[in-house]
């Protein structure tokens, strides 16, 4: 259950001291796994073809200044020298020279007017922020967009550009499809679900609010602001968003509705209703209808590889060759099944609680894979203590609570299952995320190999007696569940 590290390599000449490239890997580090904005922080997000990172903002003397430096270290090679009053950098074949106080910098021999003047911190070197839409082209040598009202740069041909059509059909349905996967942050509130795209370069359509002539789903708006796009789409009914086309289509629709009352919204940490603080996020139970028996979480993807198995074998790569297996053994056994994750898409875990909850499965199942041990091992929710769960309203980080034991009696048949067929098992408690966000009963399975081999992980008769193992254990306890799809 490993996490995808970072390395960061900070490449300087003889005379730039260790302290200073350890200050820029952090720099870089802080960057890259904390791509989202604190509500009084400035910061720029830069996109280019291979990789995207947003920047602290400094303000000096009311002018917002960003470090040259650190904005273009992620894509290649930079070398730079401080002697005094000069500063001096390079990237691939790109000379650049700056003095402190000056408005003026020579790039390639060429002279570049700046916005501001030059300041020189620590060894950093600070530009105005609005000169980067001059200096970076000339520096990288392509093409450069920067739209300094909302602090977003585009390095190259690298926007996502969107459609959105509503299909009048009873419910109605806003479809909307992106030229690339996305990934976005969603979150409701009455009247409204929003989507925030903190990593993708997503830029706005023809205009940035769309109307739609319809009741439920009558227009969304696109805004940009602090290095981050955002869709709000405004409903008069709670709305809910599913993805699907590798992720490059979402579709936002009324939720289902069954009981008679006021709507809630979906299960959305920090959705809070009117009384709550937003200190104590909480969870909605959602009453929707159950579409699918089981929901299967393959843990990691995309740029999270999980635990590197060995040099050759990825966890996020069993994870799903697992759950796909495990979809045709509970299908064939009447129990229909959806896969959270059936492509190399990369979920937070905040995500994988909220369409598990909105799907209100009668069981959720997530997959994981370990190079240590033999066998496997069975977790449940382990909760943290406090939580407080009244009406509809559950605490986010104990929304497990209702349903442990159900979750528990699952988890033993399975377990029962395994040593049926001598394969050695261990059922554990853990602090597993998203169990304790999920609202239904919920086991983590961690598949670690038969023997010494750990690619043996990877044999298909082996990931399938797993997967049947699995299967024929939750059918087992299915009445006890509660429930059919």
């Keep these: 259950m490993g996490s995808a590290g970072y390395t960061i390599l900070s490449r300087g000449p003889i005379g730039v001291s260790a302290r200073r490239s350890i200050r820029i890997a952090l720099f870089l580090l802080i960057a890259a796994i904390v791509p989202g904005n604190s509500a009084d922080e400035k910061r720029i997000a830069i996109f280019a073809a291979a990789t995207t990172y947003s920047l602290p903002i400094s303000d000096r003397n009311g002018v917002e200044y960003v470090g040259l430096l650190e904005a273009i270290e992620p894509l290649g090679t930079v070398t730079s020298r401080n002697g005094g009053d000069h500063w001096k950098f390079r990237y691939n074949d790109a000379d650049a020279e700056f003095m402190v106080g000056s408005n003026r910098a020579k790039i390639r021999g060429h002279d570049i007017d700046l916005s501001g003047t030059f300041l020189l911190e620590n060894n950093r070197g600070l530009v105005p922020v609005t000169s980067l839409s001059t ?10 967009t920067f739209n300094p009202a909302s602090r977003r740069l585009f390095i190259g041909n690298v926007a996502t550009h969107f459609t959105a059509q509503l299909s009048r059909t009873a419910p109605p349905r806003l479809v909307m499809n992106f030229t690339s996967p996305v990934n976005p942050t969603i979150a409701t509130e009455p009247g409204k679900l929003r989507m925030a795209f903190n ?33 709000t789409v405004n ?9 699907s ?11 289902p509705q069954q ?6 919204p979906a299960a959305v940490p920090g ?4 009384a709550s603080s937003a200190a104590n996020p909480v969870a909605v139970v959602p009453p929707v209808p159950r579409h699918f028996f089981a929901v299967i979480d393959a843990s990691h993807g995309g740029d999270d590889r999980g635990a590197a198995l060995s040099d050759k074998l990825a966890e996020k790569d069993v994870t799903l060759a697992l759950a796909r297996r495990l979809r045709q053994e509970l299908e064939a056994r009447g129990m229909s099944t959806m896969v959270l994750r059936d492509s190399d898409a990369n979920l937070t875990l905040d995500q994988r609680a909220i369409f598990t909850n909105t799907a209100h499965p009668v069981i959720y199942v997530a997959l994981h894979a370990a190079s ?5 091992r069975l977790y449940t929710a382990l909760l943290p203590a406090g939580g407080e769960n009244n009406g509809p309203f559950i605490s986010w980080d104990t929304a497990q609570e209702r349903v442990v034991p159900i979750s528990r009696t699952a988890a033993q048949a399975v377990a029962a299952e395994f040593q049926k067929k001598q394969i050695q098992v261990r059922t554990l408690s ?10 239904g009963p919920a086991i983590a399975v961690e598949v670690a190999p038969p023997g010494s081999d750990v690619m043996d992980l990877n044999l298909p008769a082996y990931q399938q007696n797993v997967a049947s193992t699995v299967a024929t254990g939750i059918a087992a306890v299915r009445d006890k569940l509660g429930g059919q799809p």
């Design 135 to 144: 200096l970076l082209p000339r520096i990288l040598g392509v093409q450069v």
């Design 199 to 231: 990593r993708e370069p997503l830029v706005a359509p023809g205009t940035p609010t769309l109307t739609f002539d319809d009741k439920a789903i009558p227009s969304a708006t696109y805004l940009e602001n602090n290095g981050i796009a955002e869709i």
């Design 235 to 243: 409903g008069t009914v709670p709305l809910m968003a599913s993805f």
């Design 245 to 255: 086309n590798d992720r490059r289509t979402i579709t936002i629709a009324p939720t």
């Design 259 to 264: 009981a008679a009352g006021p709507a809630q």
């Design 271 to 274: 959705a809070l209703p009117a």
């Design 372 to 376: 240590d041990g033999n066998g496997v």
């Design 430 to 439: 853990a602090p597993l995320r998203p169990l304790n966000n999920l609202t």
